[in-house]
C-alpha cells in the first residue's frame, strides 16, 4: 500500500477531527467543529500528492462511512469508454464527472440506497438532463447517465448498457406518443419535449409529487390560475436557458442534496452517532469543481441555514487560491493541524479553523501540500541496500527535486531498482537511472508533469534558449509548427495552464521551474540525434550563438555559453584570456566576470558527442580543473591556463549535483576558484581589487549554492 510521505497531519490529524473515524486504525476519533465544518482545499503543483492524499483517504474509509470519491474532468471531448465508467458505489478508486449536475449524479450513485434514495434530487437531475430532440450521440451519454442513477436508486436492474438502452427507447417511444397533442398546444412548455418525456417515464417507477411540491415551494408561480404547471418542467427549462436562471436552478439542487442528506440523519443515526459522509473531490480547480464548491460554502455561510450539515469535504486544487478568490479562506501548513503536545484540544481546533464571517470563502481551510523533507527521502531509499547507494544520496536527491514528491518517488524507485541489480548510484547518476519497465526516469517524469505530447517535445528543444527572442527564433529554424501561429507562445501558455509558473516578461527564460527545466535539458541532451541534423544538440546550440552574436554586443555572455554547451571550450577560453589581456580593455572587469559566470552555467554536452571534428566529449571538468592534462594548453600562457582551470571549475559547480557539502570533488573546485581568481588579480594591471574581492566572494557563495556575486571595479 503506497504511503503518504510528509502528509500525516491531513489524513490523520485533521480528517480523523472531522470524521470521527481514526485514518488507519478502525476505532472512533471525538468528532471536532460542532456542527458548523470548513471545506478542506489541498493546493500544489502537479505530482505534489494532491490525488495520492485522495487515494489514500478513500482506501482507509471505504465502508466505513457514507464515502464519495469522485474526479472531475474538463468538459471536452469524450475519453475513452474504459476510463470514464464509474466504479462501484463507494468504491475506492475515483469516478469521473466534467460538469456539477455529473458530480452530483456521481454523488447519488455513491450514497444510495445506503444513506437515502434522494426522491427530490434525483427528480430534479432528471429534470435538467435532457437532450437536443435528434442529437444521438448526446442522447445515448445522457442516457446511460440515467441508467447509472436508474440502477443506483433500485428503480431498474441489470446490466447498465441493457437498462440505457431500454430507457432510451421508451423515452423517444414518448416524445413521439404525445408529439401530436403537443404540435398543436403552442405553449411554451411543449419546447422541452425531451424534458416532459423522461419526467413521464420516471413517474411510472417513482411518485413526482413530492419533488414537484419541494421545487414548487421554492419558486412559486407568479399567475395563481396557473394550475396545469409542472415545476419539473419548469426546472428542466430554466437550466437550459442558463445564466442566472441555471445558476438559481444550481442552488435548488444542491439544497436538495444537502437537505436530503440531512434528512438521513435524524432518529437512530443521530441516536449512534453514525458518521457524516465524506465527499473527496479531486481537481476541483476545474469549472464544474468551483461551482460545486461555490455552491456548497454558499449555503453553508447563509445567516439562516435551512439545513446544518455536518458532510466533510476534502477537494483538491492546482496550484495555489488567489487572495482575492477567497480572502477570508483559513490558510494552514501542514504542520499547523497537528494538535500541541500537552495542549488544550479545544484551542488547537479554535487556530486550526473557525468561521469568521458570513462570506462564503470563511468557509474555506486550505492547505498547501509543502514539499518532501529530506527524511522522506531517505526513507523512500531504506528499501535499498545502502551499501550500493551514496551516503548522501538522498539530500543530492532531495536537492535535485526540490522536495517534489512525485520526481522524489520516481527517482527513489529508479534508485531501488538499480540497486536491486547490484549497480552503484551516486549524485551524479541520478538523471541517467531507468524505471523498473527499462524506459528513462527522465522520459517518465516528463510525461507525467507535462502530458501533452506536442508541448512537451516543443519544450524539451525550446528549453535551451535564454529568453522568448531566442527561443522563437529557433522554433522558427527548427521548422517547429502546429495549429497555433506562434508555437512559443503557446508552449508558454500551457506551463501557464499547468500552473508551474505564472506569464511572464519575454526577456526572462522560457521555463522557470527548475526541476522541469533540469529534466527537459536533460532529455533534450539524451534524445539529440545525430551531428548532422537540424535538431541535434550541437545543431542547436551552434544556431543560439550565431543568434546571440547578431543581437547584440552585450550578449556575449549568452553566446559564450553557448558555444561552451556546444563542447567549444577551447573557443570560450580563448575569448576570455583575449578580454583578460587586451591592453586597452574595452570592457569592464564586471563584464568579464558575468560572462565567465553565465557561461559557466552552460549545461554539458551528449556524453561521446564531438563537434567540428574534434575529440569526442568527455567529462572531464574536475581533472582539467585540478590542472591535469596541462599538456594540452601549452598554447595558453599562465592567465589563459589559470581562466581555463576556473572556467572548468566553475563549469561543475553549476551542476544539481555538484553541492560541497556531499561531493568531495565540488568543495576542492571551490577552492580551486578562489585559488585561480587570486592568481589572475594578480597578472592583470588594473582588475587586481575586484579579483582579489571575487577570490574572497566566490568560494563561500559556491559552497552555499548562491549565485555568485559580481565586484565593481573600483572606478564605477
Known amino acids: 500500500m503506497p504511503i503518504l510521505y510528509a502528509r500525516d497531519p491531513v489524513v490523520r490529524s485533521l480528517v480523523p477531527s472531522l470524521t470521527g473515524l481514526a485514518y488507519e486504525e478502525r476505532a472512533r476519533r471525538r ?3 460542532g456542527d458548523d465544518v470548513p471545506v478542506v482545499l489541498l493546493t500544489g503543483q502537479h505530482g505534489t500528492g494532491r490525488s495520492a492524499v485522495l487515494e489514500g483517504l478513500a482506501r482507509h474509509y471505504h465502508r466505513r462511512l457514507p464515502l464519495a470519491h469522485v474526479r472531475v474532468v474538463p468538459a471536452g471531448p469524450p475519453v475513452e469508454p474504459d476510463a470514464v465508467r464509474p466504479v462501484p458505489a463507494g468504491g475506492p478508486e475515483a469516478a469521473r464527472a466534467a460538469d456539477l449536475v455529473e458530480i452530483m449524479e456521481q454523488l447519488v450513485c455513491a450514497f444510495t440506497p445506503a444513506l437515502a434514495r434522494f426522491p427530490v434530487l434525483v427528480s430534479g437531475l432528471f429534470a435538467v438532463s435532457g437532450w437536443h430532440a435528434g442529437d444521438a450521440e448526446e442522447r445515448d451519454a445522457v442516457c446511460a447517465r440515467h441508467a447509472r442513477l436508474l440502477i443506483a436508486c433500485g428503480l431498474r436492474a441489470g446490466d447498465e448498457r441493457e437498462v440505457a438502452r431500454a430507457w432510451s427507447a421508451q423515452v423517444e417511444a414518448s416524445i413521439a406518443a404525445h408529439a401530436e397533442a403537443t404540435a398543436d398546444a403552442g405553449d411554451e412548455a411543449d419546447s422541452l419535449p425531451v424534458t416532459r418525456a423522461v419526467l413521464r417515464e420516471l413517474e411510472t417507477l417513482r411518485p413526482l409529487g413530492p419533488a414537484r411540491q419541494w421545487y414548487d415551494r421554492r419558486h412559486p408561480s407568479a399567475d395563481d390560475a396557473d ?63 468551483q461551482r460545486f464548491l461555490e455552491l456548497l460554502l454558499d449555503h453553508r455561510a447563509a445567516p439562516q441555514r435551512p439545513v446544518r450539515d455536518r458532510i466533510t469535504v476534502v477537494a483538491t486544487r492546482l496550484g495555489d487560491v488567489p487572495e482575492d478568490e477567497a480572502p477570508h479562506a483559513v490558510r494552514r501548513a501542514p504542520d499547523d493541524l497537528l494538535p500541541p503536545a500537552g495542549g488544550p484540544q479545544r484551542d488547537h481546533v479554535a487556530h486550526v479553523w473557525q468561521r469568521t464571517g458570513r462570506d462564503p470563502s470563511a468557509g474555506l481551510l486550505v492547505v498547501p501540500l509543502t514539499p518532501l523533507g529530506r527524511d522522506d527521502v531517505l526513507s523512500m531509499l531504506d528499501r535499498a541496500s545502502s551499501r550500493l547507494l551514496h551516503p548522501h544520496l538522498a539530500s543530492a536527491l532531495h536537492a535535485l527535486t526540490g522536495g517534489h514528491p512525485l520526481a522524489g518517488k520516481l527517482l527513489c524507485d529508479a534508485v531501488v531498482h538499480a540497486a536491486g541489480q547490484n549497480r552503484t548510484v551516486t549524485p551524479k547518476s541520478l538523471l541517467n537511472l531507468e524505471t523498473e519497465s527499462g524506459r528513462p526516469v527522465t522520459q517518465v517524469l516528463l510525461e507525467e508533469l507535462l502530458p501533452d505530447r506536442r508541448q512537451r517535445d516543443r519544450l524539451v528543444v525550446l528549453c535551451l534558449a535564454r529568453d522568448h527572442e531566442a527561443a522563437e527564433a529557433l522554433a522558427e529554424d527548427l521548422g517547429l509548427d502546429g495549429p497555433e501561429q506562434l508555437p512559443v507562445n503557446a508552449a508558454a501558455q500551457y506551463l501557464v495552464e499547468r500552473q508551474w509558473q505564472r506569464p511572464a516578461p519575454p526577456e526572462l527564460p522560457l521555463v522557470e521551474h527548475t526541476l ?84 559557466a552555467s552552460a549545461p554539458t554536452p551528449p556524453t561521446g558527442s564531438a563537434s567540428d571534428g574534434a575529440t569526442p566529449w568527455t567529462d572531464q571538468r574536475v581533472e582539467i580543473a585540478l590542472g591535469e592534462h596541462a599538456a594540452r594548453y601549452t598554447h595558453l600562457d599562465e592567465a589563459g591556463r589559470g581562466i581555463n582551470r576556473l572556467l572548468h571549475a566553475l563549469w561543475y559547480l553549476s551542476e544539481p549535483y555538484a553541492d560541497p557539502a556531499i561531493d568531495l570533488d565540488a568543495e576542492t573546485l571551490c577552492q580551486v576558484v578562489g585559488d585561480e581568481l587570486g592568481f589572475l588579480s594578480r597578472r592583470h594591471p588594473t582588475w587586481y581589487a575586484a579579483l582579489g574581492r571575487g577570490a574572497r566572494d566566490w568560494p563561500p557563495a559556491a559552497r552555499k549554492r548562491q549565485p555568485l556575486p559580481i565586484p565593481a571595479s573600483e572606478g564605477s
Open 227 to 289: 394550475d396545469g404547471r409542472d415545476p419539473l418542467v419548469e426546472l428542466g427549462r430554466r437550466f437550459h436557458r442558463g445564466g442566472d436562471y441555471r445558476r438559481a436552478v444550481e442552488h435548488d439542487l444542491m439544497a436538495a442534496f444537502l437537505q436530503e442528506v440531512a434528512a438521513a440523519y435524524g432518529g437512530v443515526r443521530r441516536w449512534n452517532r453514525e458518521p457524516w459522509p465524506l465527499i473527496l473531490l479531486d481537481e476541483a480547480h476545474t469549472v464544474a469543481g
Open 31 to 33: 468528532r471536532e467543529f
Open 516 to 599: 522541469l527545466q533540469t529534466l527537459l535539458v536533460h532529455e533534450a541532451r539524451r534524445t539529440s540525434p545525430p551531428l548532422d541534423e537540424p535538431h541535434s544538440w550541437h545543431q542547436i546550440h551552434r544556431f543560439l550563438h550565431l543568434h546571440h552574436v547578431r543581437r547584440a554586443d552585450t550578449e556575449e555572455a549568452d553566446a559564450l555559453r553557448h558555444s561552451l554547451a556546444a563542447g567549444n571550450a577551447a573557443q570560450v577560453v580563448d575569448m576570455l584570456a583575449d578580454e583578460f589581456g587586451a591592453e586597452e580593455a574595452e570592457q569592464s572587469v564586471e563584464h568579464w566576470l558575468l560572462c565567465l559566470r553565465r557561461c
